[in-house]
């Protein structure tokens, strides 16, 4: 099977990159796959149109074209998307994108997925994985997480783990917020265990890759 997966950021790119291999098995025979970060989530395009603007490279204004063109060409069996739902209403902005979907003629066998509200929240799933990248994380913030909520949740993990936490890096600016969420990526995702993960938005999406690769 030849999967494409798309997701938001390089950070969330480098983490799947790191997981897939555990998911589905490695890469080639019989799960082919290819990983497209995009600039960040952006906002689907008025009418759902296909006619997006390419120099847009946030990946929801891509998506009506991407879809349209996955599900014309040979090959590609399936497409997984991956999105922070940040602060969305999760049942709404799925519906949005299947409607999107269903709009394609022919529509690629497609599966969404959202981490919420942050893929940080998949890291915060795996405390030993996490405590084995960053063994001086402050356990009394991680304790005050509860598993997928809506709370600021990168700014949590920065309060655990980052030097003068969250607030240290919103006063630094870009690029610094993104460059340590790929640090998360590169230090915690090799240590993740796919089967102890407490996040259910993270189970769902083992679960419906490993449906979807079955």
């Known amino acids: 099977m030849h999967i494409e997966v798309l997701v938001e950021d390089s950070s969330g790119a480098k983490l799947l990159d790191t997981l897939l291999p555990t998911l589905v098995g490695p890469w080639g025979a019989p799960h082919f796959w290819r990983i497209h970060a995009y600039k960040g989530i952006g906002r689907l395009p008025a009418g759902l149109s296909a006619n997006s603007d390419p120099a847009k490279r946030a990946l929801l204004n891509q998506l009506p074209r991407l879809l349209a063109a996955y599900g014309k060409t040979h090959g590609i069996d399936a497409v997984v998307v991956v999105l922070d739902s940040d602060r969305r209403n999760c049942k709404a902005f799925l519906a949005e994108l299947k409607a999107l979907l269903n709009r394609c003629r022919p529509a690629p066998n497609t599966l969404f ?3 919420i509200e942050e893929m ?4 915060l799933g795996d405390r030993t994985a996490l405590l084995a990248a960053y063994p001086r994380a402050k356990k009394d913030v991680l304790d005050r997480y509860e ?8 700014e949590l993990l920065a309060d655990a783990v980052y030097p003068g936490g969250s607030l240290a890096v ?5 690029p610094l917020p993104g460059n340590i969420k790929h ?10 265990d ?10 769902r999406f083992r679960d419906g890759l490993q449906h979807l690769a079955a």
């Open 170 to 174: 919103k006063k630094a600016g870009w």
């Open 147 to 154: 598993q997928d909520s809506i709370c600021g949740t990168w």
């Open 113 to 115: 997925r959202l981490a």
């Open 183 to 192: 640090e998360w990526a590169e230090n915690i995702g090799p240590h993740m």
């Open 120 to 123: 940080e929240a998949w890291f």
């Open 194 to 203: 796919i089967a102890r993960n407490l996040s259910p938005s993270f189970c």
